[in-house]
């Protein structure tokens, strides 16, 4: 009985062997560099590094986001994020401002120019994972996806979701 070649090799995907995990593995680190690489050498040139894009990254997508909330979704220690927080706040990317009704704790927004650093990291990103996904077409966009949700823990994916929904 023939199969078709898409139900086929789906199929056999389902039983991995060690060395196809193994290239997998390889391929996600070489994609994640080629990722960062273009946002790097934006980073570079104005002094920074992952870290801080990850903090602007992630106070653009929830301007008013506090300290402590920023310190869950990043996974860093709190020493480590007051030192890109000090580094941002004191190049004027972001401003904390202290919460209206609880006075301990310290709101995040990006300025303008960090709005525009953001932009330009993201444009970097966006463009390179455009290309890609034309490349590979619908059904690879889906299993991507589908793929990286599945490899989140569940308070990562909790949080991945919460930002899907206020996209909506």
Do not use: C
Request: aromatic share 6%; net charge positive.
């Amino acid at each position: 009985m023939a199969e078709s070649k898409g139900t086929q090799s789906g199929e056999s995907l389902l039983f991995l062997t060690d060395e196809q995990l193994r290239k997998g593995i390889e391929a996600m680190f070489f994609a994640y560099r080629g990722f960062t690489s273009d946002p790097d050498k934006i980073l570079e040139a104005h002094g920074y590094g992952r870290a801080h894009h990850r903090a602007v990254h992630f106070i653009a997508r929830a301007p008013g986001t506090t300290v402590n909330a920023l310190l869950e979704v990043l996974g860093v220690t709190k020493q480590s994020l007051n030192r890109v927080l000090r580094a941002l706040i004191a190049h004027e990317l972001v401003e904390s401002r202290v919460g209206k009704q609880d006075k301990r704790e310290r709101h995040l927004h990006l300025t303008q120019k960090g709005l525009a650093l953001e932009a330009e990291l993201s444009q970097a990103q966006r463009t390179r994972m455009r290309r890609a996904f034309s490349q590979a077409g619908p059904d690879a966009v889906v299993g991507f996806k589908q793929v990286l949700e599945a490899m989140m823990d569940e308070d990562q994916k909790a949080y991945f979701n919460a930002l899907k929904e206020s996209d909506q």
